[in-house]
């Protein structure tokens, strides 16, 4: 006997095959000869065409610039890498895959930048497209920090192409799966094509080539190589499963010698799959040129009339475009977390910073403007009434001696409502663009038209009324206790102003602003409460954004005796004003009659953005309703959602305005830090834990196993799964020990054939214990022992390295 | 299945196409429709057009072959046209006429565009015989599985498998020697086995069992055969055409093989005789040279095998009154007789009592 330092694995060895008994196929049959760089080639070609045609497609539809051979060259390449790489044994396979994701990473941190320029790139000409598209110029654009976008869009596509090689290469290479390339090619294409953009040609021609060679060659089969090196293998028939069963049925009088029959089935041939892409592209190409010929693109008006279902959904994409994810969500817009007194549907608020109305005016103090849009007067629970009451009016008749104009301009609030600053005429409300003035019914306004408001930010001569409506002092029964609890907590009382201030305060102290404060929990099947929104903010989340704390204030206020109602609309800070282009050409008499406290102003045109929107308390004091502002300011950093941003300064060490020691700034080199990829050590670390503690507890699990199967009560069975034990593990220990027929055999290999070992009773003794029933206990025990005897002592001839191998591997 | 299978995973892709086009309108969709539509067209077109054009044809060894030896047989396959097809089936059925050994194989291949492929099969046969290769049928399914064209084809292939190149038998011809003299007299008996090369009139002298009785009632004179004449000491071997699962024949017809080859070389004149269930007769042949032995076993593998072990001998015996010797090769232990040698343990020649 031999005895390796590890088993060997049985090299493999050709099986003669017998075309008839007694013929025999002494070598492997062989059709062509059989190149594996070839082969490689080919299939590394097919998975290239389809995410390169894909994306080309796509960018070719919106005209977009950029270096095509470079993605081509990328794309082709990787598909090669990838191609070659799904050949190789596992473990090589595996590693060549971790040694690309380092490199991938490390290209990826270099070229981060790039890349997210692309990206945005990309993501900024379908918005102009569809802005184009739907006629509205409110689509938002995301800022690309390299412009040149033939660079930028060139490294995206290559990135796109490598990692759509990498998911796309297991199923082309282990099912060259027809669902996948279709799912991964055609779906892009929903995007252009929406917009009647239509891609060209040639990447057409590419795509439905590549897609129907691989359509023919999963539904051929022909796609994967052999276990075996043999071009072709063979099966016999009416061996399989079934086949024994219908030869037993049917085949009765089967004759081995004469009624036995081969399959020979071969794996792949590169020169049929090169020709039958010759094939299908000389197909795709004549047929895309004689449609061209037929009916062009151009004269192919039908694509212009828009489906039923896409007319049903254009408006819900258009919706999409503009405000992102929140249309989906709610079936109500979100619009800086307000929406015209909806309550607690909004769980968090993510602010886009794009500009939602542009306001031109002269700026009289530092303060903030505040423009009122919604007024509610009654809380419902999960919203506010709206105050059908002039905003202003009937307690105050606005009047003064310092007047001012407002216009403004509908970028991306919603038309419905008005945004009036305090306190406008509401008579003298004027559409700009039609020349039409404000009605009491309201009327229309689209983006980008001109409103203006005429006010007077004093209103020093505005009429006070004395009478004030029960419904500004209402309390609903359910809020009371929560109302009453927060007042005698924060130890209200004094004038309306103190209240308001004490308020204020009381909800800097105790109650973060957030503007993720999570939705309100509301009635499901799994959960039968539902909370008040006011209840819950005061007694339970204690955090929100504006809407919540107006919202309580407003119950607050009334419960306190001071009138109160609920506002929404936008701010304007002073911030924004400083941000804001001088209006030279403007005279400043147009926008602004009186006495100014900045003393020589100018007209300003400010950028309002979504994160402007704004819902306040207003209160009645001496008949006049004033701001009640009671929201605290807020402490929260913005998230980044930009992914690349994150990664790119986690490994730039930092941000890249950051300033070292000497004075400069951490440019987009990469310089690692290890304090920031702490984190990515950790996370490794405990990755690789968890694989050990598998392993070890799977190691365990079946030793446990194994170990309990030979002491069991029943004495008989514990000696032949000892034995079984003893056969599993010399089969790996030494293939040879497979050709042994029986226990005889076994034992007599076991042994060495020992002289001393009497080989045939302690065979007959396994069998009778292995087959028999009522075998004694002392018997079944004494022949374990006598195996374990064996055993040990075959075991002992192999090496130590072997059987720590064979430790762990049994 | 398959085929099923093929045909409702393209429905399904044209269908999902078919959707987007209704939902879209795009130009993109419509080029995918007309395609999907004449692909399918053309693909059938193709399976059509090789399955007419493409040629089968085998290459083998132009000359017989012996027990072990390797040889290639390739199978051609032309494509005239320029449509490559990835999945033809080609029935070919191999046969051991003599041992009555058939096997079937189908094989998958690739049929390649305009081009001209050879399928190698490197051979060896273990038995003796006459080896029918035929090339029975070719099944060409389309390229996207869903129609097959089946042609069939009737080319084939015959190789003779000769016993091994190299037998070597010693026969101790001490035994044989004696038994001529007995052969003699038989021959004097009347039982003469040897062949009629001509029939001629009576010359006195001539044995009376030559008598030609029917032809000399017809010709109203006496007609007799002319045997061709024998030398004194020809024998004659009866070969038993015996064969049982271990298919013993092959070492009879060797062992045979090998005697005559050694009769051949010392120069001494035999015949072979075999009992050919056929034509119910004895058969015999007067070898004088490899070439009459080549045409020897040529006559015996078209020969029906016998499973009893002595008919022949039974035979002979039966028509051989006069008891004559002569030498039989057969299962060892089958027959009495003095053993002239013995072959590979289960095959002797024996010179019967």
């Known amino acids: 006997m031999a005895f390796s330092i590890l088993p060997k694995k049985e090299k493999y060895e050709y099986e003669p095959l017998e075309l008839c008994p007694g013929v025999k196929v002494i070598s492997p049959v062989s059709m062509e000869t059989f190149d594996k760089k070839k082969s490689i080639f080919v299939k590394a070609l097919l998975l290239a065409m389809i995410p390169f045609s894909s994306l080309a497609g796509f960018l070719s539809a919106f005209e977009v610039n950029y270096y095509v051979p470079i993605v081509l060259v990328i794309d082709i390449l990787a598909a090669l890498f990838f191609t070659y790489i799904y050949t190789l044994p596992p473990w090589k396979r595996d590693i060549c895959y971790v040694l690309f994701f380092f490199a991938f990473l490390g290209s990826t941190s270099i070229f981060n930048v790039h890349l997210n320029s692309g990206f945005y790139a990309v993501v900024n000409i379908v918005l102009e497209r569809a802005s184009d598209y739907f006629d509205t110029t409110a689509m938002q654009s995301y800022a690309e920090a390299i412009t040149n ?156 009339q828009d489906s039923s279902i896409k ?145 007077y930010p004093i209103n020093e001569k505005g009429e006070k009324m004395e009478d004030v409506d029960p419904k500004y002092l209402e309390v609903p029964d359910l809020n009371k206790e929560a109302v009453a609890e927060f007042a005698e907590n924060a130890g209200l009382s004094g004038t309306p102003e103190e209240i308001v201030k004490q308020v204020a305060d009381y909800y800097e102290e105790n109650y973060p602003y957030t503007l993720r404060p999570g939705s309100l929990p509301r009635k499901t099947l799994w959960s039968k409460t539902e909370e008040d929104f006011v209840n819950y903010f005061l007694q339970k989340n204690k955090k929100g954004f504006c809407v919540h704390f107006a919202t309580a204030a407003t119950l607050i206020f009334r419960y306190m005796g001071i009138p109160a109602r609920y506002v929404e609309g936008y701010v304007i800070p002073y911030s924004a004003v400083m941000d804001g282009e001088l209006l030279e050409d403007k005279k400043v008499s147009d926008y602004y009659v009186g006495e100014n406290p900045f003393g020589e102003s100018a007209v300003v ?142 034992l007599e290999f076991l042994t060495g054939e020992k002289e001393s070992v009497r080989i045939d009773e302690l065979s007959q003794a396994v069998e009778r214990i292995s087959y028999g029933t009522g075998v004694e206990k002392e018997f079944s025990k004494d022949i374990k022992n006598k195996l374990k005897l064996i055993f040990r002592e075959g075991r002992g001839r192999l090496s130590y390295i072997t059987r720590f191998y064979l430790f762990f591997k049994i | 299945m398959k085929k099923i299978g093929n045909i409702i995973k393209y429905l399904i892709v044209f269908v999902l196409n078919l959707l987007m086009f209704f939902f879209l309108h795009g130009y993109f969709n419509l080029v995918i429709l007309i395609l999907l539509i004449l692909f399918p067209m053309v693909s059938f077109f193709a399976a059509y057009m090789v399955n007419r054009r493409v040629s089968f044809s085998f290459r083998g060894p132009r000359e017989s072959m012996h027990i072990d030896d390797m040889f290639n047989l390739g199978v051609r396959i032309k494509n005239d046209t320029l449509f490559p097809i990835i999945n033809a089936e080609l029935t070919i059925e191999t046969e051991n006429t003599f041992l009555g050994y058939k096997g079937k194989e189908t094989l998958n291949i690739p049929i390649h565009a305009h081009t001209e492929d050879e399928i190698l099969f490197p051979l060896m046969s273990e038995h003796l015989g006459l080896l029918h290769i035929e090339l029975k049928k070719i099944r060409i399914t389309d390229w996207l599985g869903i129609m097959d064209f089946s042609k069939k084809l009737d080319d084939h292939t015959e190789i003779s498998i000769l016993p091994f190149s190299r037998v070597s038998v010693e026969p101790d011809l001490s035994v044989v020697n004696t038994g001529m003299t007995e052969m003699e007299e038989s021959k004097k008996k009347g039982h003469d086995y040897s062949e009629v090369s001509e029939i001629r009139e009576y010359q006195p002298g001539d044995k009376l069992q030559n008598i030609h009785w029917k032809l000399s009632a017809k010709k109203d004179e006496l007609m007799v055969k002319d045997r061709e004449s024998l030398s004194s000491s020809q024998i004659l071997m009866l070969v038993e055409l015996y064969n049982n699962r271990s298919v013993i024949i092959d070492r009879i017809i060797s062992a045979a093989y090998g005697v005559a080859v050694y009769f051949l070389q010392n120069q001494i004149p035999f015949s072979l005789m075999w009992w050919s269930i056929a034509e119910q007769d004895m058969k015999s042949r007067s070898i004088d040279n490899t070439s009459d032995l080549y045409e020897w076993i040529m006559a015996v593998y078209y020969e029906v095998l016998y499973s009893d072990a002595t008919m022949g001998c039974d035979m002979m015996r039966r028509l051989s009154l006069d008891g004559s010797r002569f030498l039989v090769i057969c299962e060892a232990k089958s027959v009495t007789g003095s053993a002239l040698f013995n072959y590979e343990g289960d095959v002797e020649g024996i010179v019967t009592e």
């Open chain 1, 149 to 304: 976008r033939t660079v930028t869009v060139t490294v995206m596509a290559c990135y796109f192409g490598v990692v759509s090689v990498i998911v796309l290469n297991p199923f082309f290479s282990a099912y060259m799966s027809v669902f996948i390339a279709v799912i991964f090619s055609v779906p892009v294409y929903i995007i252009p094509l929406f917009f009647e953009n239509e891609p060209d040609s040639l990447y057409m021609i590419i795509l439905f080539s590549a897609i129907f060679v691989n359509i023919f060659l999963n539904y051929s089969g022909h796609f994967k190589e052999h276990k075996k090196p043999e071009q072709f293998e063979y099966t016999e028939r009416g061996t399989g499963f079934f086949g024994k069963i219908f030869r037993k049925l049917f085949f009765k009088n089967f004759d081995e010698k004469t009624d036995r029959s081969f399959k020979f089935y071969y794996d792949r041939s590169w020169k049929a799959i090169g020709e039958l892409m010759v094939v299908a592209l000389s197909t795709v190409l004549v047929t895309v040129v004689g449609i061209n010929s037929v009916l062009p693109k151009d004269s192919f008006t039908y694509r212009t």
């Open chain 1, 311 to 455: 007319a049903q959904i254009k408006d819900d994409v258009s919706n999409f475009l503009l405000m992102g994810m929140a249309s989906l969500f709610d079936a109500y817009d979100s619009t800086g977390g307000m929406n015209a007194g909806q309550l607690g549907g909004v769980a968090s608020v993510y602010n886009d910073y794009q500009t939602d109305l542009i306001a031109t005016f002269v700026p009289r103090s530092y303060d903030t403007v505040y423009l009122k849009s919604f007024i509610g007067e009654s809380y419902m629970g999960d919203h506010w009434e709206k105050c059908e009451d002039n905003f202003f009016a009937p307690y105050d008749k606005v009047d003064g001696d310092t007047k001012a104009t407002m216009d403004i301009r509908y970028v991306g609030a919603d038309t419905r409502y008005l945004l009036a600053p305090y306190y406008t005429d509401m008579n003298k409300i004027k559409n700009l663009d039609s020349g039409v003035t404000y009605r009491e019914d309201g009327f229309g306004i689209n983006f980008g038209d001109y409103i203006r408001y005429d006010f």
């Open chain 1, 605 to 746: 045109k400010a950028e309002v953005n979504d994160s402007m929107a704004h819902a306040w308390c207003e209160v009645l004091i001496d008949g006049k309703w004033v701001v009640a502002e009671t929201t605290p300011p807020s402490d929260e950093e913005e998230d980044y959602d930009d992914i690349w941003t994150l990664f790119g300064r986690l490994l730039n060490g930092g941000n890249q305005n950051d300033v070292d020691d000497n004075g400069a700034t951490n440019d987009a080199g990469v310089t690692f830090s290890m304090d920031e990829l702490s984190w990515v050590w950790k996370t490794v670390l405990v990755i690789i834990l968890s694989v050990v503690l598998f392993f070890v507890f799977r190691f365990s699990y079946k030793k446990l196993k194994r170990i309990i199967s030979y002491h069991r009560r029943d004495a008989a069975e514990n000696t032949v799964a000892y034995y079984r034990y003893i056969c599993n593990y010399m089969r790996i220990a030494f293939p040879e020990f497979n050709k042994c027929a029986s226990h005889k055999e076994q």
